[in-house]
């Protein structure tokens, strides 16, 4: 029986790692997709690369798409990274539409390589508020791609295989565990401090290092500043 072959977003964090992983252990071949959008930093494209690697990715694909034109985030415009820690509204940090467009991406590749399932690391949560990382968003993009794609129309349905949707920080970080991944190899941070550290301050830090503390798992993470 041949293998089935998945694409999975892999950015470099620590959701997407677990994902992609997750897509092995279903049994795909794998192909990874990361998008270089012209981020604050490019530390977490070499932790996208190293981790394709580390999972055998069978290609990984950094596809340049220069988000900064547009701006609108502190991830693509000169926006202060917040510190204050994690808030009920949402941040600076969320880029207009990220995850439709890095979606709609990895759906063009998916039907050109013939796969029916793409990996998206995303959970409902321990998140930042970000309104694409929602149960209903992905249940709607697979719908749109069911009638936005040749594929679709012939009945060949896109899956879209979110499997941390519904798990806690926590619950990733004894995910990765349970896979035996090296959750070192990810970087979480928006704002890297000198010397290659997590700074230890922004959202996405304060997440990552609870997570770990809530798993009881030692944080690999290495921080300028405690958490």
Not at 99 to 107: G, H, K, V
Request: with cysteine; proline share 4%; charged share 25%.
């Amino acid at each position: 029986m041949t293998q089935s072959v998945a694409i999975a977003l892999v950015s470099g964090g620590l959701d997407s790692m677990v994902s992609a992983a997750r897509a092995k252990e279903d049994g795909h071949r794998l192909l990874a997709l990361s998008i270089d959008y012209n981020q604050r930093h490019q530390v977490e494209l070499a932790a996208a690369r190293r981790i394709s690697a580390m999972l055998g990715a069978e290609r990984h694909v950094v596809m340049p798409l220069d988000l900064r034109a547009f701006g609108g985030s502190a991830l693509t415009d000169d926006i202060d990274v917040p510190k204050e820690g994690v808030g009920d509204d949402i941040p600076v940090t969320y880029v207009p539409a990220r995850n439709t467009i890095f979606l709609s991406l990895a759906l063009g590749w998916a039907e050109a390589a013939g796969a029916r399932d793409i990996y998206i690391g995303v959970n409902a949560l321990d998140y930042s508020g970000y309104p694409d990382c929602r149960p209903e968003f992905i249940k709607a993009f697979e719908d749109m791609a069911e009638v936005a794609t040749k594929a679709g129309v012939e009945g060949r349905r896109f899956h879209i295989q979110a499997p941390l949707q519904h798990m806690s920080k926590a619950d990733i970080v004894r995910e990765a565990a349970r896979l035996g991944l090296d959750a070192g190899l990810s970087w979480s941070c928006y704002d890297p401090a000198p010397g290659g550290l997590h700074c230890g301050q922004c959202d996405s830090c304060r997440l990552r290092a609870k997570g770990f503390e809530d798993a009881g798992i030692a944080d690999p993470t290495r921080y300028a500043q405690a958490v």
